[in-house]
Structures are given as structure tokens and as C-alpha cells.
């Protein structure tokens, strides 16, 4: 409860005679108080960036301290900046790319994928983003944006690209028959030379076993060989 006194005079106003207090009930704004206290502890502590850009103005308006961080900012820079300052030039300018999500977002009211980004160093990194169109009671239309660092994932993946390229041509190239096989002789990989042998196209091979390439004599000792082979290691 909230309480306020007040003091009762006589007449003549010379000596108080009493007090008169009221009561006001708070528990529900105090509830509120308690609600709108751990969703911004939430906030702060999370460990995706979040942020929100108010649509009237394409600016920022909120930004928690792990966006901050991610791009290089200190607390409350970003405030009234435009968002197409973090959008990196591709093989359009950073105002394009963000256009283009805007118009995305005002058609379908989400939004969501990769983002090549720029730090306020001017370093680059890749972001996972989803965005939706939220109406707040003081900002009123903004889009508010979660954003995951996947610069790592990026570079594992063109890792593995450049691997995979590399093992085919390798494979490729390679003046033998090669084949990659589960332990009951499905054909996983093959490459030019051994799809020749069984006069088929490669991928009319892959996925199939091989007693359907040949007897079943030739297959079940295949089989036999890959068990002794499984069992040596």
C-alpha cells in the first residue's frame, strides 16, 4: 500500500487535532513493476544480441548489451543511428540490403536469415537474424531483431566446401576404382573410373548395393571381406 497523512486543525487553525491518512493499493503496479524488472534482466543477460529499430524512422531505439558488444558499440551509442550502418557492403549497398528486408517486413511482418555485418571497427562477421513487427506502447511500430554470431559456423562451412571440393577432383583424377561402402555393401561414394567398370552412371549407383552389380557369390564375399576389415580396427 501507499500511504499519505495529513494533519486536521481546529477552526481557527492554531493546533492540530488529528490526522487523516489515505491508502492507495499498489499491488498491481508493483506486480507490473516486478514483471517489467525481470524481462529487462532478460534482456541484458542474454546471450543473442537483441535490438529494436523504430519503423517510422528506420533508427534505433533499443539495443541490449550483447548487441552492443557484438558490433563494437558502447552502451546506448547506437541510439537514434540508423540501422543500415551495420549492414557490410556486398554485391549491393548496405542501404539496398536493408530496404530489402524492410519492404520483406512490411509485406509479411517477419523476417529471418543471414546477415553480412560491420563492426564499428569496420571488421566484418555474418549474423543469423529474425525479425518481427511489434507494436510498442511508447516506440509504437518497431521491428525487433534477435541476432546470432555464426561467423565460426561460416567459416567451418567453407572449410568443409573447399575439403569436398577438393576430395572430388581429387577422386576425380585418381587412375583406379574407388568406392566407399557401408559394412552390408551399400554403395555410398564411387567415382568415375569404378562407375565405368560397372558401366553405369554414377549416380544411378550411389544409394544401391552391390548384388545388384553382381552374383550373389561376388557379394556375399564382399561382405565377408568388409567384416574382417571392421573387425581388424
Known sequence: FLSNRSPVWNDDHTQVTGYMLALKDITAYKVAQSELDFHSAVLRNVAEGIHAINVETGKFVYANPTFEKMFGYDSDELIGQPISILNAPTDQPPEKTAQNIIDHLNRDGFWEGEVKNIRKDGSLFWTYAK????????????????????????????????????????????????????????????????????????????GKYFNEFTDEHNYQRLIEQNRKVAESH
Open 131 to 206: 525479425v518481427v513487427l511489434f507494436n510498442h506502447v511508447i516506440y509504437g511500430d518497431i521491428w525487433l531483431t534477435v541476432q546470432q554470431d555464426i561467423s565460426e559456423q561460416k567459416t567451418a562451412n567453407e572449410a568443409l566446401r573447399l575439403s569436398e571440393q577438393r576430395f572430388q577432383l581429387f577422386m576425380k583424377h585418381l587412375p583406379a576404382s574407388v568406392t566407399i561402402q557401408s559394412m552390408d555393401a551399400q554403395l555410398i561414394y564411387c567415382n568415375d573410373d569404378y562407375a565405368k567398370t560397372l558401366k553405369h552412371p554414377v549416380d544411378d549407383i550411389i
